[in-house]
């Protein structure tokens, strides 16, 4: 849905601000899809996805006087969806066993160049890496976190970080390279 010529984001968040349901039912929809991406990447499944965002959108309104005009929106948003996202998955991570990381071993970089992926080819690769990996990759890889923010936010070290991602990427390449020969 796009806001009406009369009505900007501006507006919208001012009237939040202020209380307004009507205002904020434009603001859930005018931000729905961009929230739905962003909470896509970190999610198992649709379902998990929009319970993610359901769960921003409370924070947002619950937060939106905190909002300050300095920063865009949909930056303060992304990072209220990012954050959401990441609280359920550490929720799911604790009770899944974790390897010991003290015995890793290295991963090499055979990297190949996959040309015909669109984006729900990776996003269906991605789905089948471990919970703790995909999280790891998107915060890495697609957020911008540095494996020190990403280790106190998930409550781990940042080599163990490093260790996730290295092995999320050669899962990565193991699906892509099976992936490759299946179409072959």
């Not at 001012?14 to 909470?39: D, N, P, T």
């Not at 996003?123 to 890496?129: A, G, N, S, W, Y």
């Amino acid at each position: 849905m796009h806001l009406r010529q009369s009505v900007t984001e501006d507006e919208i968040v001012s009237k939040c601000k202020a209380g307004s349901l009507k205002h904020q039912e434009l603001l859930y929809k005018h931000f729905y899809g961009y929230a739905m991406g962003i909470s896509a990447r970190y999610s198992i499944n649709t379902d998990d996805a929009l319970e993610v965002v359901n769960d921003a959108f409370i924070k947002v309104f619950n937060a939106i006087n905190t909002y300050h005009t300095d920063k865009p929106f949909r930056a303060w948003l992304r990072t209220i969806v990012v954050n959401t996202a990441i609280d359920r998955r550490r929720k799911e991570l604790k009770h899944l066993a974790n390897t010991d990381l003290d015995n890793a071993i290295g991963v090499g970089n055979r990297a190949t160049v996959i040309d015909n992926l669109n984006v729900q080819d990776i996003l269906k690769l991605m789905k089948q890496l471990p919970h703790m990996q995909l999280t790891i990759f998107n915060m890495y890889e697609i957020d911008g976190y540095n494996h020190d923010e990403i280790g106190k936010i998930l409550n781990l070290p940042a080599s163990s970080s490093r260790v996730y991602l290295s092995r999320a990427k050669e899962k990565l390449r193991q699906l892509l390279t099976t992936e490759t020969q299946s179409h072959e």
